[in-house]
């Protein structure tokens, strides 16, 4: 059979339904193969990064690996950023690329080029994925398929590229004689219970433990798991950004969200604890805070994690690990079941009452934001929106003050889920990945992206109509990159470069760009529209765009500025309140006291 029907029908039977696509002289032929297959879909985007970024999308919203075809030169190295984002973020997506015939294919490296159109994107892809590799042998190509797809699911998964010259796509191939991939045996388990036993003996030590779950945490398959173990123990938890849909805003045990932009609750809960667990997690600057080594001084600080470089790259300028645990999730919480005796679920419930005492303290959204008349508040716009979505929605956001705002201010229900491109944060993710995700689940995707973030990929709205995707697309338009007019005012005393339109920038109306791309489109400018506006959004059939007017001067906050301690959000609490606050014997008197909130 001819090869690129091979792929077509290899993809198929691995379950892979849909591929996403830019057609290209180099990869017409494996195109052309998933088209005439009768059980396979290509959806076409209009951009390679969109399309890396939907398949990214289509793996996080239903766990089946995201495909992409691409042809050679600038279609293969326009994917590249969203193979970072994958890489980065531990997703598993798979990129076919075409590449120009075998015949002008450069002899040496020393050649920059001899095919039209010709990279070498083996050297190109080869830092950002597990694998990649270019095949040049027919009769290799199942193998290679086999191992590309074990290899970005195996152990800590990630994106694989493989490049096909045209001329191998259109050959003629014995299947008899295709080789094999055979998985290596996985070496055995690390024994990890001498260092699990120490963790237990830790907790039942501690009296101000908290636990910081991440994004490996439903990339592992381990959430049943991961919550049975902190309700045993009565654990206070914090949820990353990439853990943030593990369990819904309002379980007892989840105290929200912790990092450079808070909320100002987890920061303090971090700051005064006695011992930090952290699973599936790496612990980056983003959680931690810029300098590191202040991150918990108290505490003695756990991390679980099944590559060891992530348990290695700490640096005397950051925290030192008490204990570092190379395991892979599921062992480690099969260990823990097993190791774990008795337990008192009420142990730290004062502790826990004090986390929950500083989250009414100090929120997010005080009552005056909803006073505001003149423009829709980015916080009160994320509150509203939760209020009156449904169990099942998928919340994806983008990048900049619009995910920031977003994150600490969503209420999640149970089943919701919400993701972005956590660790590469390009403008311009949020969009593309609607599509992928759309196409991967039958569910509401509502997409929340900024007005910057919408212009790297505004084209998208073209995929979206075409496949008349049920995505709602709601745009924080406060006309500029507000992120960086904040940072410009922290470090360059306000004096904004290419960051506005009275500094460089340019933006459309885009209720009418909508409109052209035949959507429909509203307009909430105030918080007397808003509710409403977002109700007809969410109940209108079909895909919807809702333009936000935001207010250009609204910052984020609470957030970190670099060289303070977590604790020290700005804007600054008074000093004194932040010494009571880190005073570990004033939070026992607290504990203590019989007019103690319990």
């Known amino acids: 059979m001819k090869l690129s029907d091979f792929i077509a029908q290899f993809l198929n039977e691995q379950g892979i339904g849909h591929v996403f696509v830019v057609s290209g002289g180099a990869i017409i032929h494996s195109i052309d193969s998933v088209a005439r297959h009768p059980q396979m879909e290509y959806i076409c985007v209009q951009h390679e990064q969109a399309a890396g970024a939907a398949a990214d999308a289509y793996w996080r919203s239903s766990g089946k690996v ?27 997506i798979l990129c076919i690329c075409g590449q120009v015939t075998t015949p002008r294919l450069r002899p040496n490296e020393q050649l920059r080029q001899k095919g039209f159109q010709e990279t070498d994107i ?57 080789k094999e991939f055979v998985p290596p045996v996985k070496p055995l388990l690390k024994d990890n219970t001498k260092d699990i036993q120490t963790m237990l003996s830790w907790i039942s030590q501690a009296e101000r433990p908290l636990v910081i779950y991440g994004a490996g945490i439903r990339i592992a398959g381990v ?10 123990w009565g654990l206070p938890t914090v949820l990353t950004w990439g853990g943030k849909d593990i369990m819904p805003y309002d379980d007892p045990l989840n105290m929200g969200g912790i990092g450079v932009v808070g909320p100002r609750a987890g920061n303090f809960a971090a700051q005064n604890a006695d011992l930090i667990i952290a699973v599936g997690t790496r612990l980056s600057q983003m959680i931690t805070g810029g300098k590191t080594i202040l991150f918990a001084p108290h505490a003695k600080k756990v991390l679980i994690d099944i590559d060891p470089q992530e348990l290695k790259k700490f640096t005397p300028n950051d925290f030192a690990l008490d204990l570092a645990i190379e395991a892979d999730l599921n062992s480690f919480y099969q260990s823990i079941s097993q190791l774990s005796k008795g337990s008192n679920p009420d142990q730290f419930k004062s502790w826990r009452d004090q986390i929950k005492l500083w989250d009414t303290q100090y929120p997010v959204v005080p ?8 423009w829709v508040d980015g916080h009160v716009f994320v509150k509203t929106i939760s209020k009156v979505s449904r169990p099942e929605d998928i919340f994806i956001t983008d990048t900049g003050a619009n995910i920031s705002w977003t994150l600490q201010a969503i209420e999640l229900k149970k089943n919701q889920r919400i993701f972005s491109a956590w660790n590469h944060t390009p403008m311009g993710y949020a969009l593309s990945a609607a599509v992928g995700a759309a196409k991967a689940v039958n569910q509401r995707i509502l997409c929340l992206t900024g007005d910057g973030g919408l212009m790297m990929n505004i084209e998208e709205l073209a995929t979206i109509r075409r496949y008349n995707l049920n995505v709602k697309l709601f ?32 933006f459309p ?24 506006v977002v109700n007809k959004v969410l109940t209108t059939p079909g895909p919807v765009v809702c333009d936000l007017m935001i207010d250009p001067q609204q910052k984020i906050e609470p957030m970190l500025k670099f060289g303070a301690g977590l604790e020290d959000l700005n804007p600054k609490l008074p000093p004194t309140e932040i010494a ?8 026992k008197q607290r504990a203590n006291s019989p007019t103690y909130a319990r």
């Open 66 to 92: 995201g495909t992409v075809m691409v042809t050679s030169g600038p279609g293969a190295t326009n994917l590249t950023t969203s193979i970072c984002n994958a890489y980065f973020d531990s997703i598993p």
């Open 122 to 178: 083996v050297s190109l892809f080869s830092s950002i994925t597990k694998y990649v590799y270019r095949v040049m042998d027919p009769l290799d190509i199942k193998y290679q398929l086999q191992k590309a797809l074990y290899m970005a699911q195996e152990g800590r998964p990630g994106p694989v590229a493989l490049d096909i010259p045209d001329d191998l796509q259109r050959v003629e191939i014995d299947v008899s004689k295709l």
């Open 223 to 232: 959430i049943d798991p991961a919550l049975a173990f902190i309700r045993k």
């Open 367 to 374: 009552k005056e934001k909803y006073e505001k008349a003149e």
């Open 475 to 506: 745009i924080f338009n406060n006309a500029g990159h507000s992120i960086q007019k904040q940072t410009i005012d922290t470090w360059l005393n306000s004096n904004y470069a290419a960051v506005d339109e009275r500094s460089g920038l340019s």
């Open 509 to 532: 109306d885009f209720v009418k760009v909508a409109q052209a791309f035949h959507l429909p489109a509203l307009r909430a400018s105030n918080h007397q529209e808003l509710e409403s």
């Open 580 to 587: 009571s606050i880190m005073s570990i014997s004033a939070i």
